[in-house]
């Protein structure tokens, strides 16, 4: 049974930075493909960056493309969003998720794994 366990998210001023983690544990098939999602009150949840297996392919919104990155190290199961220029509209309940090939990465319905969240707070 795959868990991710988030971590970073916090308190930042506008303009600032931030680093999310995410540290998978559990079966390695079920992290192929791994992404950060993120929702504001009274909004959906929407897609904000993913990244395959072997950082080939990364995929991002167009609202944080520039400002974040989304990478990952295999050999701690971990993936990170480097977020810079932060602005309040970034602000938002950040969630990892995982799941196997095959799965389109932009689509949230699609993932079967997923963090708890973990809170980003963004001031102007």
């Known amino acids: 049974q795959l868990q991710l366990v988030e971590s970073g998210g916090g308190l930042v001023q506008a303009g600032g930075s931030l680093t999310l983690s995410c540290a998978a544990s559990?079966?390695?098939?079920?992290?192929?493909?791994m992404g950060w999602f993120r929702q504001a009150p009274g909004k959906e949840r929407e897609f904000v960056a993913a990244?395959?297996?072997?950082?080939?392919?990364?995929y991002y919104a167009d609202s944080v493309k520039g400002r974040f990155t989304i990478s990952r190290d295999n050999a701690k199961n971990t993936m990170y969003l480097q977020m810079n220029s932060l602005k309040p509209e970034d602000t938002a309940v950040y969630y990892c998720?995982?799941?196997?090939?095959?799965?389109?990465?932009?689509?949230?319905?699609?993932?079967?794994?997923w963090g708890q969240g973990t809170q980003v707070t963004v001031s102007s």
């Open positions: 990244i395959n297996w072997s950082g080939s392919s990364t």
């Open positions: 559990g079966p390695t098939f079920s992290t192929y493909i």
């Open positions: 998720a995982s799941d196997r090939a095959g799965t389109p990465p932009r689509t949230s319905g699609a993932y079967d794994y």
